[in-house]
């Protein structure tokens, strides 16, 4: 079992309940070594004095803010005991619709679970009240010596804990980007099918329908370089539409979206309307992939057996063997 980032009391109103923190996600992405070229030296970064060149003790690093003319030396001991209560402490302020928090706040998300099977009660009170009320719980609390605003959400039968920006972390766009369009206008033909092309695509949120294809090319890439082998590059980036080619690239890309071949064979937006088919919403079923007949397999390499792996999207391929590889494709 995980163990908790944090662990205090969350309170609301008079209750009290001890609470832990846990990570609700992972990421995909891939942790290289740094190594000199031609060699299998590992590099290492060190804590170094930048005016002896001596290597620093962790024990021995305080931390310094720079004033212009010297620096303040603040203790880590000393950030702890500015806030000695609020470090343990997850008070919640009050109560907000969902609706009113708008997404850019978001930053990263948490589970929350009760420290004890005797909360149980207390813990399920408040996610059964918070999922009845469609609301959110507004609380600040410091973990690793920073403060965070958070939103305290009923999520699936469990309580979730999601870290928000503060106010003045949101950057103005109209400050940052100096290309904005202004008071360009859309005609009215360009909108209509801009409109059509937005319903021709339009799918049911499924988030299993979708996975990290650029993480499966890199591992791709890891397995066809162990054999001295190389791999396809990628499609260049699409071009830029002008102003000119706008009508008609919306115009072909409605005519893409509704045809059998782009949707897999389901029915297209015009048919889905006058009832000649049925769609479900979701995106284009993805076509099985027809792997090489057993007796070819054999003679292909393990870096080929893997692309045709990754091709068949078939499970856990990264740890398969050669032999795994083989059959597991001549399975599918």
Do not use: C
Request: charged fraction near 30%; avoid cysteine.
């Amino acid at each position: 079992m995980a163990r908790p980032v944090w662990a205090g009391n969350l309170s609301f109103g008079l209750v009290s309940l001890p609470v832990g923190l846990y990570t609700a996600t992972d990421s995909h992405t891939f942790h290289f070594h740094q190594l000199q070229r031609g060699t299998s030296d590992r590099i290492r970064n060190r804590r170094v004095n930048e005016r002896t060149g001596k290597e620093v003790e962790l024990e021995d690093i305080v931390k310094g803010f720079d004033t212009g003319d010297e620096y303040v030396l603040v203790e880590p001991k000393e950030l702890d005991e500015i806030a000695p209560g609020r470090s343990r402490s997850l008070e919640i302020a009050g109560f907000v619709d969902l609706a009113e928090v708008d997404p850019i706040f978001f930053d990263k998300t948490y589970y929350l679970g009760p420290r004890g099977s005797e909360y149980g009660k207390v813990y399920s009170l408040l996610e059964q009240a918070l999922a009845k009320a469609g609301k959110a719980g507004i609380a600040t609390f410091v973990m690793h010596q920073h403060e965070y605003l958070v939103a305290l959400k009923s999520e699936n039968g469990l309580l979730t804990l999601h870290t928000l920006h503060w106010a003045d972390e949101i950057r103005d766009p109209k400050k940052e980007i100096d290309t904005l369009p202004g008071k360009a206008k859309a005609s009215e033909k360009e909108l209509m099918m801009a409109e059509q092309l937005i319903n021709a695509m339009s799918m049911t949120w499924d988030p299993e329908e979708f996975h990290d294809t650029f993480q499966e090319k890199v591992a791709a890439l890891i397995e066809a370089k162990k054999v001295g082998e190389t791999m396809e590059k990628a499609e260049p980036a699409a071009e830029p539409t002008g102003v000119v080619d706008l009508m008609e690239a919306l115009r072909a890309s409605v005519e893409r979206a509704g045809s059998p071949k782009a949707t897999g064979g389901k029915a297209t937006a015009s048919e889905k309307g006058s009832g000649s088919a049925k769609t479900t919403g979701k995106p284009p079923a993805k076509k099985r992939v027809r792997s090489t007949p057993k007796e070819d397999l054999s003679g292909l390499s393990k870096a080929d057996l893997y692309k045709e792996a990754a091709a068949a999207n078939l499970p856990g391929r990264s740890q398969m063997t050669r032999d795994d590889l083989v059959k597991a494709l001549t399975r599918a």
